[in-house]
């Protein structure tokens, strides 16, 4: 009885491992994907996020069963109560790598990748290996593959990137004529803001759409040679 005992106990803790060997082995396909985009989130991070989850569920239902109550007292447990609070938990991290700049915002799939690292763990420590696999390959697939697709066969606003351009123009009449000239070079002006600097020396901030074939530093080429231009100062946002 007790050997027979031992050996159940085995077999469980066996199975707890390969469900931590599992999701340990998912997370680090995520991260690998984040690493090789240079993502401020990489393997590290989406390996430790990913098995954690995975144990803190594990915990979550074992406790649920091991500990029911007794006679006197009725204890009602909810096996995926931990996990519950990983969800909300693992916003904290992914709120650390959303930025702000200027007017642009960046990190949100980073963000929503850490959220899914997550998600796997759970899944995996709930014994849904079959789910989990599927969710990693759906996610690698919509993260890497349905862009570029997309990107292909879409609109031709999805084939444009965004450029962020700060100019400086000495003559206030050569604002327009610098607008136009941009214009005529088949560059989309997204939107504009003019500042002062000292008088006769003015910055212009421009956020232009060009195709996305287009190398930034043929941009940077076309504006420079503007006469009216005085210094460009360029980033590919």
């Known amino acids: 009885m007790v050997l027979l005992e031992w050996s159940f106990n085995v077999h469980e803790e066996l199975f707890i491992l390969l469900k931590l060997g599992i999701s340990a ?12 985009k240079r993502k401020p989130v990489g393997l590290k991070t989406s390996l430790v996020i990913s098995i954690v989850s995975c144990m803190l569920t594990i915990v979550s239902i074992e406790s649920a069963f091991k500990f ?8 009602t447990m909810d096996p995926l109560r931990l996990a519950a609070q990983i969800v909300s938990g693992i916003g904290f991290i992914g709120a650390g790598v959303i930025l702000r700049r200027d007017n642009s915002i960046s990190g949100l799939t980073t963000a ?12 995996v420590g709930a014994g849904f290996f079959i789910e989990a ?3 990693v390959i759906l996610l690698i697939i919509s993260v890497e593959l349905l862009p570029p697709i997309i990107t292909w066969i879409g ?6 990137k965004e450029i962020l351009l700060k100019l400086i123009i000495e003559e206030k009449e050569d604002i327009s004529k610098v607008l136009q000239k941009i214009r005529d070079e088949n560059i989309h002006v997204k939107n504009i803001r003019i500042k002062d600097v000292e008088t006769n020396i003015h910055s212009l901030t421009i956020r232009i759409l060009v195709d996305q074939k287009r190398k930034t530093s043929d941009v940077y080429y076309t504006i420079s040679s503007i006469q009216e231009v005085s210094k460009v100062e360029i980033e590919n946002i």
């Open 25 to 36: 082995f998912l997370g680090m396909i995520i991260g690998l994907e984040r690493e090789i």
């Open 68 to 75: 029911p109550g007794s006679d006197e007292l009725n204890v």
């Open 112 to 123: 929503a990748i850490i959220w899914g690292a997550a998600g796997i763990g759970i899944a």
């Open 133 to 135: 696999i599927a969710g």
């Open 155 to 160: 609109p031709i606003s999805l084939r444009q």
